[in-house]
């Protein structure tokens, strides 16, 4: 039962352009969104957060937006850079406890020069 | 400020043998939390320790593996036995009691290969 779906595995934009990586829950319980974003051999790092009682949150080149209704996330990178290109995750924490977090599978962004 | 640190990055151990993971968490963090990642999948919850308590286990496999945070030293997963299918990364997390939401900060990770 994957709560938090990734559907998209792979996105490739142009350098400057905007990159947007989409996030799906089934579990309408999860009150709290986190983005990670993940380098090969290097554990997840944490980027962006967004709370349910929030429909965006933005921390510079990063915004995060949460349609509730349609239990949707979104991260929005402008402009895309190089070193954007990674693995990100997003996740939610909740279910037995709330230090669990529930990843997507992850969606390997490449942006090209 | 030291991140979370793992110790091995990278273990070997043939069919049969124990596997044991390290994990340190960030200074001032008392809590831990152990995930795995098999090939080509995203990142999945096996268990969530205080000092000297396990929180919730609800992710670990019934037989073979546990977990356990003491008092003093690091954080240890243990897996005996181990088989092909335990070949994986684990990741260690860690998080601070003052944490509203919850955010966890990752270590390297440990790639285990069991031949």
Known sequence: ??????????????????SILNCDYTNSMFDYFLWYKKYPAEGPTFLISISSIKDKNEDGRFTVFLNKSAKHL???????????????????PGGTSYGKLTFGQGTILTVHP | NAGVM???RHLVR?????????????????????????????LKFMVYLQKENIIDESGMPKERFSAEFP????????????????SAAYFCASSSAESSYNEQFFGPGTRLTVL
Not at chain 1, 1 to 18: A, F, H, Y
Not at chain 1, 75 to 89: N, R
Not at chain 2, 15 to 42: D, F, I, N, T
């Open chain 2, 71 to 86: 008092k003093e030293g690091p954080s240890i997963l243990r897996i005996q036995q181990v088989v092909r299918g335990d």
């Open chain 2, 6 to 8: 793992q110790n091995p």
């Open chain 2, 14 to 42: 043939r069919r049969g043998q124990e596997a044991r993971l390290r994990c340190s968490p960030m200074k001032g963090h008392s809590h831990v939390y152990w995930y795995r990642q098999l090939p080509e999948e995203g």
């Open chain 1, 1 to 18: 039962d994957q709560q938090v779906k990734q559907n998209s595995p792979s996105l490739s934009v142009q350098e400057g352009r905007i």
């Open chain 1, 74 to 92: 979104s991260l929005h990178i402008v402009p895309s850079q190089p070193g954007d290109s990674a693995v990100y995750f997003c996740a939610a």
